[in-house]
């Protein structure tokens, strides 16, 4: 049975609050691979992203560096889903306009969307 990672992630929103910190403050890459997930399903869900084979190798890469290779491919599987979930759940019931999905579309904007490009 999956865990909900959503109150977790959440809770540890600060870790990836901006490029300015450095990078996450703890050791729980899962928290941190989930909260990038969630940005990009925000991303798909408020703003109609629609990513290709391309763009998901590039965001893949990016997220897998942030946190140091450390998860598995089950593990990784896993908290996707998770993060999917959690993020269809919160933007059906909260709407975009909500600060929690603001924050996941602010860490979208400011480190995914540059991969675009």
Request: charged content about 30%; overall charge neutral.
């Amino acid at each position: 049975m999956r865990r909900p990672i959503l109150p977790l992630v959440l809770a540890a929103g600060f870790i990836l609050a901006g490029p300015a910190r450095g990078g996450p403050m703890t050791n729980d890459m899962d928290l941190v691979y989930a909260r990038y997930h969630m940005a990009i399903r925000a991303a798909e869900l408020c703003r109609g992203l629609a990513p290709g084979d391309a763009i998901w190798r590039k965001w893949s890469a990016y997220i897998d560096r942030k946190t140091n290779y450390e998860l598995g491919a089950g593990e990784r599987l896993s908290v996707i889903e998770g993060a999917k979930d959690d993020t269809t759940l919160m933007v059906r019931r909260q709407g975009c306009k909500d600060d929690d999905v603001k924050d996941l579309l602010a860490l979208y904007d400011a480190e995914l969307a540059p991969l675009l490009r």
